[in-house]
């Protein structure tokens, strides 16, 4: 199975900062990796897949990069409804999930 | 529009079992896959199970696999999972979740809105 490894697990930040979430796959992916948002009490929604394509409706600050087994998240200028709990996500061989980044205050 | 509605909450007591279903709408059934994810209290997302809405054809995680059954009903565009010997340690939120594609290898756009199964004596 394909382990992935979030870091960091929180991330204390101000609105406006600029926020890099990292994600390292435990094998070489294909781009097959995806970023979700999660708000408390809510269903994850998904944010980027095959690692830079942006999901519906989700705006441009949001981006993602990386290949083979590391990969980022960026937040480029972050937003009060920003705060929330993001996910990385491989599906080159069903699903694996992150433990998670919790961006806080 | 896409939605995907889950059975409402549920509470068993260890060692019962508990059948959560998944009613699809809004686009066409057998096009895209559908994934189910366990969240634990303050936890984070694990992935379960997927079945192909298309053939049937299943795949678990090896921690479930002698204990997670994901069954559809495609003339009712509904989906099930069955999970057997429950435990104290799977109360959680259960979500299913729509696959972009028709195939297990793409991530997940829709999601349902959860279901709590409580595991309790």
């Known amino acids: 199975d394909i382990q992935m490894t979030q870091s960091p697990s929180i991330l204390s930040a101000s609105v406006g900062d600029r926020v890099t979430i990292t994600c390292r796959a435990s094998?070489?992916?294909?781009?097959?990796l995806a970023w979700y948002q999660q708000k408390p009490g809510k269903a994850p929604k998904l944010l980027i897949y095959?690692?830079?394509s942006l999901g519906s409706g989700v705006p441009s600050r949001f981006s993602g990069s990386g290949s083979g087994t590391e990969f980022t998240l960026t937040i480029s200028s972050l937003q009060p409804d920003d705060f929330a709990t993001y996910y990385c996500?491989?599906?080159?061989?069903?699903?694996?999930f992150g433990q998670g980044t919790r961006v806080e205050i | 529009q896409v939605q995907l509605v889950q059975t409402g909450a549920e509470v068993r007591e260890p060692g019962a079992s508990v059948k959560v279903s998944c009613k699809a709408s809004?686009?066409?059934?057998?096009?895209?896959?559908i994934h189910w994810v366990r969240q634990a209290p303050g936890q984070g997302l694990e992935w379960m199970a997927w079945?192909?809405?298309?053939?049937?054809?299943?795949k678990s995680t090896l921690r479930f696999q002698d204990r997670v059954t994901v069954t559809t009903d495609s003339s009712s565009g509904t989906v099930y999972m069955e999970l057997r010997s429950l435990r104290s340690d799977d109360t959680a939120v259960f979500y299913c979740?729509?696959?972009?594609?028709?195939?297990?290898?793409?991530?997940?756009?829709?999601w349902g809105q959860g279901t709590l199964v409580t595991v309790s004596s």
């Open positions: 979740v729509r696959a972009a594609a028709r195939y297990a290898t793409s991530p997940g756009d829709f």
């Open positions: 809004g686009y066409t059934f057998s096009s895209h896959g």
């Open positions: 079945i192909s809405t298309h053939n049937g054809k299943t």
């Open positions: 094998q070489r992916l294909t781009s097959w």
């Open positions: 095959q690692t830079s």
């Open positions: 996500q491989q599906y080159d061989d069903y699903w694996t």
